[in-house]
């Protein structure tokens, strides 16, 4: 866990190193997360990583209020949609919720690129912007954190003045 590069934190890029973070000929997308969010309401949002030569791929990705007083805290609650992906606690401040890839999720379904699915919930109370870090990892799929690539991205949304209405 704690490892998106958001907060002052380190990414993947702590072990898979030997590549420039953000190198040429790859990316990670985060697609679903809305400009602005209602109280209450969920979120599909896709993480993508893409590179020519990727083998597997992993994530890692945070949604943390942006400011105020509880700038770093969690915001809004993740629930897998398949059996890809997994929460895990944050390290240091266990109310931390990350999700990130499992091994199964690990494994691409072509050459290239790799995505995943989660469902976000907007916290009840926005009590400031929400901000999305995620790290991904474009591996080789040599077993080692030699020849990969990672990406990282930053996103945010900013609380709407309604709330959600609920059917």
């Known amino acids: 866990p704690n490892v998106t590069g958001g907060f002052g934190e380190q990414s993947c890029h702590l072990c898979h190193l030997d590549n420039p973070v953000n190198a040429p000929g790859g990316s990670v997308t985060l697609t679903g997360v809305p400009s602005s969010f209602a109280a209450g309401q969920t979120y599909p949002i896709t993480v993508t990583i893409s590179r ?3 083998r ?3 994530f890692e990705i945070a949604a943390r209020f942006a400011s105020g007083k509880q700038k ?9 949609l398949d ?10 401040d266990h109310v931390l919720t990350f999700v990130q890839h499992n091994l199964a999720g690990s494994r ?18 926005p009590a400031a912007p929400v901000q999305f870090n995620v790290a991904a990892n474009a591996s080789n799929n040599d077993d ?17 003045r309604e709330r959600a209405s609920y059917a």
Not at 72 to 80: I, L, N, R, S, Y
Not at 117 to 125: E, F, G, L, M, R
């Open 144 to 160: 080692s954190p030699l020849g990969d690539y990672i990406y990282v991205k930053m996103v945010r949304s900013t609380p709407s």
């Open 83 to 92: 059996a890809r992906v997994q929460l895990i606690p944050g390290a240091v």
């Open 56 to 58: 597997r791929g992993g």
């Open 72 to 80: 770093g805290k969690q915001a809004g609650v993740w629930k897998p």
């Open 108 to 125: 691409v379904p072509a050459a290239g690129a790799n995505s995943w699915t989660i469902d976000w919930t907007a916290p009840q109370t």
């Open 52 to 54: 020519d030569g990727l």
